[in-house]
């Protein structure tokens, strides 16, 4: 009898944690294909790049900073300092303007820490941090 009550907790314990919300554990906050939470270390292998392959639940600050990136706008008219069309707004050591996707790669977290900082966007500091943990939790994966 004592078996069978135990056996009875655990499959009521292992249902609570199924239907518990992803997120919850600080995990990125997506369910995979499979049903499970995606941690991590799996995230753009198994729900993409964007998430789209996943169903999000509560979705980590992280990922909806990045989901949210702005895109500039290569097609305005010529300017001359960066973040004029929409970029971040930091220059490169190369003396290149720098795009949202290698803000944090370029630049590092503070971007004025290796970028001159020119037109800066005022999500270009939260981006970076974004950018910066996310890279620090795939590195913790190796």
């Known amino acids: 009898m004592i078996r069978l009550v135990l056996a009875l907790a655990l499959?009521?314990?292992?249902?609570?944690?199924?239907s518990a919300d992803c997120g919850d554990a600080g995990d990125p906050g997506y369910r995979g294909p499979d049903g499970s939470c995606v941690d991590w270390c799996h995230f753009e292998e198994t729900c993409g790049p964007k998430g789209k392959s996943c169903r999000p639940e509560q979705v980590s600050r992280t990922i909806m900073v990045l989901q949210g990136i702005i895109r500039g706008n290569p097609s305005l008219p010529e300017c001359h300092r960066c973040g004029c069309k929409g970029g971040p707004g930091y220059r490169a050591?190369?003396?290149?303007?720098?795009g949202w996707?290698?803000?944090?790669?370029?630049?590092?977290?503070p971007p004025a820490s290796h970028c001159t900082a020119e037109n800066v966007a005022a999500s270009a500091g939260e981006v970076a941090?974004?950018?910066?943990?996310?890279?620090?939790?795939?590195?913790?994966?190796?």
């Open 101 to 109: 996707d290698r803000l944090n790669d370029v630049c590092g977290s």
């Open 11 to 18: 499959m009521l314990a292992a249902v609570g944690r199924a």
């Open 93 to 98: 050591p190369s003396g290149r303007c720098v």
């Open 129 to 142: 941090r974004a950018q910066a943990d996310y890279a620090a939790r795939r590195t913790a994966c190796r």
